[in-house]
């Protein structure tokens, strides 16, 4: 019977912690998948291309630390390829960055020349997502004023009158005689 409850208690435990990383733990990105964060074979605006960023989600910049670096940079400095005002500069060669607002993000590599060849990284990243939220779906366009939409009057077509007559709503019945 002990074990049992043990064994409830574990699995009880375990389904916890599993939905508490998925609320809490978002994505996480390898720069570059497997050519990792380096000037050469990976082209990194079609890289984050291919993915959405969220709040929550991380970047791993994995790379040789004896010829690269990972500067967080200005959206000027990124398009300058200037590194020498980093907003934070990495140099491990196994780099995780936690992504924790939303925004547009800069990265590019500190050493003379690599920026200019490619080694930058741009992305924009949503703020956390609630879980699948469904599209809409386009329905009827409908005049916010009224429910009805004018309809050509027979007479449109009389040699009489060439302007366009219009006819709101249907048709009054015919008096009858009686």
């Known amino acids: 019977m002990a074990l049992i409850k043990n064994n ?3 699995t009880s435990l375990m389904i916890l912690v599993a939905l508490f990383g998925v609320v809490v ?3 996480v990105h390898k720069v570059g998948d497997s050519g990792g ?3 050469m074979g990976v082209n990194y605006e079609a890289w984050a291309s291919s993915r959405t960023f969220q709040v929550g989600d991380s970047l791993v910049f994995n ?3 004896e ?3 990972v500067t967080e940079v200005t959206r000027n400095d990124f398009e300058l390829c ?3 005002k980093p907003l934070t500069r990495y140099q491990t060669g196994f780099d995780t960055i936690s992504l924790t607002k939303p925004g ?3 990265f590019i590599c500190g050493a003379p020349g690599h920026c200019d060849v490619g080694q930058k990284l741009q992305i924009h990243v949503l703020p956390a997502s609630l879980g699948p939220v469904a599209a809409p779906v386009p329905g009827p366009v409908r005049s916010p004023s ?3 939409s004018p309809s050509p009057s027979p007479l449109a077509d009389s040699p009489v009158n060439n302007a366009p007559q219009y006819q709101m709503g249907p048709s009054p019945a015919p008096h009858s005689a009686a």
């Open 25 to 27: 733990g978002g994505t």
């Open 37 to 39: 964060w380096t000037m």
């Open 67 to 69: 010829y690269h670096d």
């Open 104 to 106: 547009l993000y800069h």
């Open 146 to 148: 009224s429910s009805w």
């Open 8 to 10: 409830a208690l574990f």
């Open 63 to 65: 790379y040789n630390n």
């Open 82 to 84: 200037e590194p020498s």
